[in-house]
């Protein structure tokens, strides 16, 4: 029954009939899709439309699709043109799919043009991409910020310098710096201006021939540190450098000349030493020297009697003469030994000689 029955509708139906139903669909489908579009975007492109954002309706479907928070980027756009910045659509889109922060970055720009500071658009995007707090150094710019130096949480309280008379110097300071927007991208950071301007405090306390002076009148260490240029090739200019506290330390000259004394005393001890130690080895020397000379002495004490001898054999030498000789060396004898020790002495020493 029910085959026969389409059988019987499809010959009553020809084709042309059958074109139009399809279009007729077609039509119905394609406004109610262009009726939800208009809804969804109606209330956004009225606003941008009213505000003069000149956002259409093409471009909020093609954010859309392109999976952008199209209503973020028309209230920021309105933002922006309302504050009296010419930016289009597509630079805040593109910031927004580069990963960028697009309504920090906005009120940033908008901050910095209602302070009269030149900030294009493109410029704080590069900042906010590079990883900067785009918003925070425009409010730096607006507000200086103030730096200790030397920073506390790095261990160090104070910059110690030491001045020509050897009086050691304790130094703290604040250096109060402002942002340069145009140097931000590239330019180093805040350790950089602490390094220079605890170096150029140091290095004035240096400078000074007396504490005393630098006591007297610590400016003279804050004109010294800002004459420098320490603030080239960072983010920021350095508006001043404020002298807190310094105090007086020890006396490093004195305690390096006392180390010196100490050093020299200890080279003079090596040097008297090496010298006692080389007279000894000398004394040593002659005492063998005399020892050996001494041998010699003996050594020919020992050849008299054998020349003696010699001179019997030979009858060189007679019996009388040796008697004479021997009576005379008797006589010697007496005769020291009344005189005294010293003289007996003397005389040993003479015939030894001999």
Known sequence: ???????????????????????????????????????????????????????????????????????????????LVQAGIKVTTEDLEAHFLARGNVPKTATAVIAAHKANMDLPWKIAAAIDLAG??????????????????????????????VCHNGIQ???????????????????????????????????????????????????????????NSLDSQTAFEIV??????????????????ADQAAADLRVAQAAAEQRRAAAVASEQEMRAKVEENRAKVVEAEAQVPLALAHAFREGKLGVMDYYNMRNLQADTDMRNSIAGPGVKNNEQSGRSGM
Request: glycine fraction near 6%; include cysteine.
């Open 1 to 79: 029954m029910l085959p026969l029955l389409f059988a019987q509708a499809r010959d009553t139906l020809s084709g042309t009939h059958l074109l139009w139903v399809v279009l007729a669909l077609f039509v119905i489908l394609v406004a109610i899709f262009l009726i939800v579009i208009f809804f969804s975007f109606i209330r956004l492109w009225i606003q941008s439309l009213l505000t003069g954002a000149k956002i259409s309706i093409l471009d909020l479907v093609g954010m859309k699709l392109r999976n952008v928070d199209y209503s973020m980027i028309v209230r920021q756009k309105i933002a």
């Open 132 to 161: 900067r707090d785009v918003l925070k150094a425009v409010g730096t710019s607006v507000y200086p910020m103030v730096i200790d130096c030397p920073d506390p949480t790095k261990g160090r309280n104070t910059l110690d310098g």
């Open 169 to 227: 110097l304790k130094a703290k300071a604040r250096v109060t710096v402002r942002t340069k927007l145009d140097r931000l991208v590239g330019g180093a950071t805040e350790e950089t201006i602490i390094a220079r301007v605890g170096e150029g405090i140091v290095k004035a306390i240096g400078s000074a021939k007396d504490h005393k002076e630098v006591l007297a009148n610590p400016n003279l260490i804050s004109q010294a540190v800002l004459r």
């Open 240 to 257: 001043s450098v404020d002298i807190v506290e310094i105090d007086v330390g020890e006396n490093v000259g004195a305690k390096l000349q």
